[in-house]
Each structure stands twice: as structure tokens, then as C-alpha cells.
């Protein structure tokens, strides 16, 4: 999941990458969620939540990742 957080800085790094990033990725825009919804979404259904970072050193976009896994709770 793209994280909210980064949104700057992955759209500056990924800016600086490609000098017509702009018209070469238009149209295909990157989506990022705040870990907070994650959070809330579980809570509100008693859910398990866990969030990790992506750890992949062949690809440059894991570093503005996180997982995220929801688990039903077994009461």
C-alpha cells in the first residue's frame, strides 16, 4: 500500500527519476492511504490489525510502502 505520509516525497523521487514523468505516467495515477483508516476500519470491526514495511531491495517504490493485514478476531 503507498503510504499518505510519503505522498511527497515518492511524487518528488519519482518527479526527479523521468524528466517528462508528467506525460509519460498521465493517467496512471498512484493511490496512498493513511495507516490511520486501516486502523479505524478494524477497530470498527474488532478486527486484528498489523502493519509492516515492505523490505525489497530490487524495488525502488518499497521504501513509500507498507503492509497491511487485517485479521478477523476469534473471540
Given at each position: 500500500?503507498?503510504?499518505?505520509?510519503?505522498?511527497?516525497?515518492?511524487?518528488?523521487?519519482?518527479?526527479?527519476m523521468?524528466?517528462d514523468?508528467?506525460?509519460?505516467?498521465?493517467?496512471?495515477?498512484?493511490v496512498?492511504?493513511?495507516?490511520?483508516?486501516?486502523?479505524?476500519?478494524?477497530?470498527?470491526?474488532?478486527?486484528?490489525?498489523?502493519f509492516?514495511?515492505?523490505?525489497?531491495?530490487?524495488?525502488?517504490?518499497s521504501?513509500?510502502?507498507?503492509?497491511c493485514c487485517?485479521?478477523?478476531?476469534?473471540?
Amino acid at each position: 500500500v503507498f503510504d499518505k505520509s510519503l505522498e511527497r516525497e515518492c511524487e518528488a523521487y519519482r518527479r526527479n527519476m523521468y524528466a517528462d514523468y508528467d506525460e509519460r505516467y498521465q493517467g496512471l495515477d498512484k493511490v496512498y492511504y493513511d495507516r490511520e483508516m486501516f486502523a479505524r476500519f478494524a477497530k470498527e470491526r474488532h478486527c486484528r490489525i498489523e502493519f509492516s514495511e515492505v523490505k525489497n531491495e530490487y524495488y525502488w517504490n518499497s521504501k513509500f510502502l507498507f503492509n497491511c493485514c487485517i485479521t478477523l478476531s476469534r473471540s
